[in-house]
């Protein structure tokens, strides 16, 4: 490989590694109660603006069909 691409697949992981370790470091999960069930929903530590949600929106995809299920399952209440 020449160096060049190596710097640009490099950068790449770091840019990488660093939005996925901010997604963990900041999300959380919050219950909403509709009628009988508490649906989760993500919550982002400072600023929870909808830029926030649309800049993690694929990772939280993947974090609820694939990572952690169990976390974005909805509840059921009685």
């Known amino acids: 490989m020449k160096t060049r691409t190596k710097r640009i697949l490099g950068a790449a992981g770091v840019v990488a590694v660093c939005y ?15 009628k009988a069930v508490s649906l989760a ?18 990772i939280q995809l993947l974090d609820e069909a694939y990572l952690r299920p169990s976390r974005w399952q ?3 209440t009685r």
């Open 20 to 34: 996925i370790a901010a997604y963990f470091l900041s999300v959380t999960a919050a219950y909403v109660q509709i």
């Open 41 to 58: 929903v993500p919550v982002y530590r400072p600023c929870d603006a909808a830029v926030v949600h649309g800049l993690f929106a694929p």
């Open 74 to 76: 909805e509840k059921l």
